[in-house]
């Protein structure tokens, strides 16, 4: 069985900074792409960021020069360190795999790192 768990979530002030973790875990796995999801109230989940295996990366937008996503593929963990956070960052964020288990690819999800910002 695969799962992903994050971790790092939490209450924070405009400004400040967080880092987030999610470690996947099973047997006989190897974890493609790895990325960041978020959805907030009342909107659909988007996307924050992806990770290549290979380590090429990509952002949102709305999160380029604050948000860095990283893996260490030793520990099946991928990482969101982010900083400047905003109000409008308040979200759920979940971790995302596409993992080949079985000779078969398939996404997975985390079950979600609640982020608040506020003051």
């Known amino acids: 069985q695969v799962q992903l768990v994050e971790s790092g979530g939490g209450l924070v002030h405009p400004g400040g900074s967080l880092r987030l973790s999610c470690a996947a875990s099973?047997?006989?796995?190897?974890?493609?792409?790895m990325g960041w999801y978020r959805q907030s109230l009342g909107k659909e989940r988007e996307l924050v960021a992806t990770?290549?295996?290979?380590?090429?990366?990509n952002y949102a937008d709305s999160v380029k020069g604050r948000f860095t996503i990283s893996r260490d593929n030793g520990k099946n963990t991928v990482y969101l360190q982010m900083i400047s956070l905003k109000p409008e960052d308040t979200a759920v964020y979940f971790c995302?795999?596409?993992?080949?288990?079985?000779?078969?690819?398939?996404?997975?999800w985390g079950q979600g790192t609640q982020v608040t910002v506020s003051s």
């Open positions: 995302n795999a596409k993992i080949l288990k079985d000779y078969t690819l398939a996404d997975y």
């Open positions: 099973g047997r006989s796995i190897l974890i493609n792409n």
């Open positions: 990770i290549s295996r290979g380590g090429s990366a």
